[in-house]
T-cell receptor, first 115, second 115 residues
Framework: AQSVAQPEDQVNVAEGNPLTVKCTYS??????LFWYVQYPNRGLQFLLK??????LVKGSYGFEAEFNKSQTSFHLKKPSALVSDSALYFC?????????????FGTGTQLKVEL | KAGVTQTPRYLIKTRGQQVTLSCSPI?????VSWYQQTPGQGLQFLFE???????NKGNFPGRFSGRQFSNSRSEMNVSTLELGDSALYLC??????????????FGPGTRLTVL
């Protein structure tokens, strides 16, 4: 069965500094990896995904993620954090076995960007 | 294009009652998935519908059910509500759901409180 781990419950970073939110995965087939962000009392907003190809994926709002197959990681990054980036971030994995469309999510990482 | 819409946004029910939540997917999307989000269990997959058929099901009791209509709109029903059913219920749609590159787009959720 596939699983995703987000080892940090919370990440604090100063505005203007680079940020990294960590994600590791465990799957038996090809991993299809996603990052979503959730603001308070809102649904999940899609940020970016890795399907195949270039290991560096660029997404919305200046975010990017690096896929590392040997380390089974898919860390989310941004070169310069904004206070408005403060939110809950989820990593998710999807494996195409038996068809269907199920995402398995990590536990989420609360990002706090301070002035 | 309009995003995924969910109604109602907020619901308060008492134990033993039943509830029906509604989801309208993005126009042209045929796959609808439902997730439950709670502080303790995080994001958990409930079920997925495609072309009016349940294609995947998560590990939830039979009190949780759903259906999809010919226009791809979906409803989920929870019968005999328990306190533990209090959660944010999220609906997500995607074009077909069986392609690796398909992305799930989430609605704002329905916040269910069971008293």
């Amino acid at each position: 069965a596939q699983s995703v781990a987000q080892p940090e419950d919370q990440v604090n970073v100063a505005e203007g500094n680079p940020l990294t939110v960590k994600c590791t995965y465990s799957v038996s087939g090809n991993p299809y990896l996603f990052w979503y962000v959730q603001y308070p009392n809102r649904g999940l907003q899609f940020l970016l995904k890795y399907i195949t190809g270039d290991n560096l994926v660029k997404g919305s709002y200046g975010f990017e993620a690096e896929f590392n197959k040997s380390q089974t990681s898919f860390h989310l990054k941004k070169p310069s954090a904004l206070v408005s980036d403060s939110a809950l971030y989820f990593c998710a994995v999807r494996v195409l076995t038996g068809g269907g469309n199920k995402l398995t999510f990590g536990t989420g990482t609360q990002l706090k960007v301070e002035l | 294009k309009a995003g995924v819409t969910q109604t109602p946004r907020y619901l308060i029910k008492t134990r033993g009652q039943q509830v029906t939540l509604s989801c309208s997917p993005i126009s042209g999307h045929r796959s609808v998935s439902w997730y439950q989000q709670t502080p303790g269990q995080g994001l958990q997959f409930l079920f997925e519908y495609f072309s009016e058929t349940q294609r995947n099901k998560g590990n939830f009791p039979g009190r949780f059910s759903g259906r999809q209509f010919s226009n791809s709109r979906s409803e989920m029903n929870v019968s005999t509500l328990e306190l533990g059913d209090s959660a944010l219920y999220l609906c997500a749609s995607s074009p077909a759901g069986w392609r690796a590159a398909d992305t799930q787009y989430f609605g704002p959720g329905t916040r269910l409180t069971v008293l």
